[in-house]
């Protein structure tokens, strides 16, 4: 299959009308890829400035995460800064998602589907078992309010909220079609997070 090659459009942040199929485009793909942008409701935006203190304490958390499931045989891995494609109009980039063997086998399969041979997985098209957020001072409503919303439309089952400032994490599972609350805390709590039986985690060793 020919993939399709839009008609190119002036890269504004801020303009309206924007699609996930706008980045099948080689003129716009290349001008996304040089920048942290994401798709909402249909407009380009650009996202905050990542800091090295969110990116730090993100990396300690999946590391943690990480060990438990190689202790169990499994070799799971998180990514950061991925676009995820929900729908149409909203193509976020994640700070980090976890792709379990199963998840990156429906990946292949529908990259296989829409004819987008030249990527193994490219932009996810499929939920991913967990995506992690870590809080942006000044952009707390996106995490919080909008991409909640978005993350259980688009049927992720797992969504957790980093919270490096404040030293909190929130872990919300997916009920039906709306997120609960599963284990929260700040600090030094200890969680025992439903997504991965078996594991402690202490948050203090998030912040060290």
């Known amino acids: ?31 996304w890829d040089e920048g942290r942008y994401e798709i909402i409701e249909g407009t380009l935006t650009k996202m905050a400035a990542a800091r090295y203190d969110g990116s730090r304490r993100l990396k300690r958390l999946t590391s943690i995460i990480e060990h438990n499931l190689r202790s169990l045989g499994r070799a799971d891995e998180f990514v950061f800064e991925v676009d995820l494609i ?38 996810i098209l499929v939920p991913p078992t967990i995506v992690i957020e870590s809080l942006s001072e000044g952009h707390e409503r996106k995490d919080l309010t909008f ?9 992720i089952a797992n969504y957790w909220i980093l919270d490096p400032l404040g030293r909190s994490l929130q872990c919300l599972v997916l009920d039906e079609h709306f997120y609960r609350l599963d284990q929260s805390g700040n600090r030094d709590a200890v969680l025992r997070p439903a997504a991965f039986p078996g594991l402690e985690l202490r948050l203090a060793d998030i912040w060290k």
């Open 86 to 123: 929900l729908s149409p109009i909203r193509v976020p980039k994640a700070d980090a998602i976890l792709m379990t063997a199963a998840d990156e086998q429906r990946q292949r399969e529908e990259n296989a589907r829409r004819g987008q041979p030249q990527y193994e997985f490219g932009r």
């Open 147 to 155: 991409k909640r919303q978005w993350y259980a439309e688009a049927s």
């Open 1 to 31: 299959m020919t993939l399709r090659v839009l008609s190119a459009r002036p890269f504004e942040i801020g303009s309206s009308g924007w699609t996930a199929d706008d980045l099948r485009d080689p003129h716009i793909e290349r001008q």
